[in-house]
């Protein structure tokens, strides 16, 4: 298993994924039963979503301090951020909610963000990757 050393630039992406998720599952979790009516999301939906972020935001800001870290830890949160962002436009494309047009601009704007979060991720992996890349070369 790859042993990375996180560059600068994944730690910040993962602490600011860290920040954005506690953030929105702060207001899911606590704000679902005034949130339900404007968005016309069901309440359980956006209290078991903001529950459920809670824990990845915790595990994020662990990744983010560790001076190494397993490659595909970082891969994992990558796919759950890709998946949550599929996750999201399936739930509007498959009818299995009615939100208003708040709540359709809300699971899509945060969608988009869990994807740019992926993407800031992927770029901090691969910059993580060159730097032990370089490291090692230069222990030779």
Known sequence: MPIISPSSFLRRALLADAAMSGAAGLLMMLGADFLTEP????????RYAGLSLLPFAALLI?????ASLPQPA???????NVSWTA???LLLLAGWVAPTALGKAFVVAQALA?????ELEYLGLRK??????LH???AS
């Open 62 to 66: 662990w990744l983010a301090t560790r």
């Open 136 to 138: 090692s070369g230069r």
């Open 128 to 133: 993580s990757t060159a730097a032990v890349a």
């Open 114 to 118: 869990v994807l740019v979060m992926a």
């Open 39 to 46: 968005t016309g999301l069901p309440v359980a939906l956006l």
């Open 87 to 89: 996750d999201s436009i």
């Open 74 to 80: 970082v891969w994992v949160v990558i796919a759950c």
